[in-house]
């Protein structure tokens, strides 16, 4: 019998795995250790489950798996075919026998699975004297998790699923109201980006950043305030929350408790409130990093990046033809 466990692909990330041979000439028996590893010179490693690319829900998403070895080719004659066999995925995603994993995801979060490859070859005859069927099956299985977020609303924010830019980014939204009246409240987005690639090198665990508004038309509620504002990116990590409120200013402290925000996505959505109705134009929501820290890396961080937010007051065209 062999093992197979599917490698990961990504598009622009690609990991091979590492098989050894062990033979004894007394049984006859062949095993096959397969081992994956997100940095493919560190043969053995164990799976990161965090490797697969991020999703946003609501848009089209795909990952190819796969289980090959350049070096062999034992596996030339094998069909591989690809199972969910435990765990959840979002609504809207599903596992191909292919290894495809597809679909568009319509909730956020985190979400763990297993996968169960299996290799069916009926042509490599050294397995006849083992085996009582005409054909070999076998098959290993390895859990992995799936990142659904939310993009910022702001389009000078990167993506989450951006796996090209570096740096770390803190972005308020860009949100557009065809009115807001005395009271009347909006959610401003802030979104935090951390470069796909090293984000776990930098073990960022604590963020602590605060969002300005002109107190001449917009306060914030206490009362509205909690953990209850925290989002996917945040609550992944187990974060917990503390909030100090100014004038003209609210200040976040986040902290993960059981992992690091080794993943780009929406963190916060501030609730806002208008102290008068707002007239048509453009408000403005400063953003500033004041820390960012990791109790594990004494190391250097990213270049910190603050992308401030606005509301746009837009009324409706009222010249109906």
């Known amino acids: 019998m062999s093992s197979v466990l599917p490698l990961l692909s990504q598009t622009h990330f690609t990991c091979f795995f590492v098989i050894n041979l062990m033979t004894s000439l007394k049984n006859k028996l062949l095993f096959f250790g397969l081992a994956i590893s997100l940095f493919c010179s560190a043969c053995g490693a164990n799976l990161y489950s965090e490797s697969l690319s991020i999703a946003l829900v609501n848009e089209q998403y795909t990952y190819q798996l796969y289980a090959e070895d350049e070096s062999w080719s034992v596996f030339d004659d094998a069909l591989l075919l690809f199972a969910q066999t435990g765990g959840v995925l979002p609504d809207g995603v599903s596992v191909g026998s292919n290894g495809l994993i597809s679909g568009v995801p319509t909730e956020v979060g985190n979400f763990e699975f297993r996968i ?44 989450p699923n951006d796996e090209q830019t570096s740096g770390l980014y803190f972005c308020a939204g860009n949100l557009v109201q065809t009115s807001l009246n005395a009271d009347e409240s909006v959610d401003l987005d802030i979104t935090y980006f951390i470069d796909f690639n090293n984000a776990k090198g930098y073990a960022i665990d604590t963020l602590e950043f605060t969002v300005f508004f002109d107190p001449e038309f917009f306060y914030v509620e206490s009362s509205t305030l909690s953990s209850q504002i925290l989002r996917e990116a945040a609550t992944r990590a187990g974060a917990s929350l503390e ?79």
């Open 116 to 159: 169960t490859a299996y290799a069916i070859d009926d042509e490599w005859d050294v397995w006849d004297d083992c085996c009582e069927d005409d054909e070999d099956v076998t098959s290993d299985r390895e859990w992995f998790t799936l990142f659904v977020t939310e993009a910022s609303t702001n389009e000078y924010c990167p993506w």
């Open 243 to 321: 909030i100090t409120i100014g004038d003209d200013y609210v200040t976040f402290f986040v902290q993960g408790q059981d992992m690091d925000f080794n993943r780009s996505g929406r963190l916060v959505d501030l609730p806002i409130f208008a102290s008068q109705n707002l007239a048509e134009g453009d408000y403005y929501f400063p953003i500033i990093i004041d820390q960012i820290g990791s109790s594990t890396n004494e190391g250097s961080f990213p270049t910190a990046y603050e992308v401030d937010g606005f509301l746009t007051i837009q009324p409706e065209d009222s010249d109906d033809a």
